[in-house]
């Protein structure tokens, strides 16, 4: 019979894998101590790029299993997860998600669940791309100013361009005020395209 392990990923170290692996342990899993993986790293990373993850990796085996609490556990959206239990399944690495029911997700009913599941993330996906494209239209229609606002002050704009103006760099002056280069260049866009001095049609 195979190892099982468990993999508890939480986001910030203010977090606490503890709950994850109660759960685990509670839904029936005998897993032990030195088989649980625990990983304090941001949900938008991929898989491939969690160093614990991919320890865990090379611990696992043909035979074994890996439990883990919720599907996001696996990946940072749909596509990372499914690739992430493709390429667990093809090493003959069992999957269970407690989220749904502890199902082997590369069994036979495990792969049509995660099919029904990216298709309800790449829909959900579609409809948000497409209520901002239409939100974006609606707010360009009605004359609202699209863009970020920028972060500096309007007094701290001025001030922005006295620097400039003066033959300090971009990187010195946004080091100065504590912003990046692309805010002081945004600025600095502004202030020409205002002044009818723009030097660089595309900006302007």
Known sequence: MGRVFAYCRVST??????NQKLEILNSGFH?????FVEEKISGSVYASKRPEFLKLLDRLEEGDSLVVTKLDRLGRNALDVRQTI???????IKVHCLALGSTDLTSSSGKMTMTILSAVAEFERDLII???QSGLGRA???????GRNFSLSEVQQQS???DLNSGKSVSETARKFKTSRQTIIRIRNKSEKNSGECKNPINC
């Open 160 to 162: 922005v361009m006295s």
């Open 86 to 92: 493709d390429l667990l399944s093809k090493r003959g």
């Open 140 to 146: 360009k229609a009605e004359g609202k100013k699209l």
């Open 13 to 18: 170290n203010d977090q606490n894998p503890e």
């Open 130 to 132: 497409e209520r901002t």
């Open 31 to 35: 897993i032990e101590p030195r088989r």
